[in-house]
């Protein structure tokens, strides 16, 4: 069973960079849409950006807009988050997800990472 695989979080300063990763491995995802989410002590799960999985169609949230950017590595099958400008309301949990339509509510992705948390200081 194929399974998504989040790496790169860690502590950085303000104003600091981090990469995440997600790999599928295992196996092959078919999904069309892959995207990522977070989720901060005590909130819910929210969306951070999603790509469609051939033509690289991109969406963010307002919050990260300008700082996060989003890419695809399909021989890889892989998944990255080019986290710049960090912030500390950033830290959370990060989470890669994959669906069948871009979308920024969680409950349309079906498949999850296991998470990867963020910590950003001021």
């Known amino acids: 069973q194929a399974l998504l695989v989040e790496s790169g979080g860690g502590l950085v300063q303000a104003g600091g960079s981090l990469r995440l990763a997600c790999e599928a491995s295992?196996?092959?995802?078919?999904?069309?849409?892959r995207g990522w989410f977070r989720q901060a002590p005590g909130k819910e799960r929210e969306f951070v950006s999603w790509i469609t999985w051939s033509v690289g169609r991109t969406d963010y949230a307002d919050s990260v807009k300008g700082r996060f950017t989003i890419s695809k590595d399909n021989s890889k099958d892989t998944l990255f988050l080019q986290m710049d400008n960090l912030r500390p309301e950033d830290t959370a949990v990060y989470y890669c997800?994959?669906?069948?339509?871009?979308?920024?509510?969680?409950?349309?992705?079906?498949?999850w990472g296991q998470g990867t948390q963020v910590t950003v200081s001021s």
């Open positions: 295992g196996g092959t995802f078919s999904s069309a849409v």
């Open positions: 997800a994959a669906g069948y339509v871009g979308s920024p509510d969680p409950n349309d992705y079906p498949y």
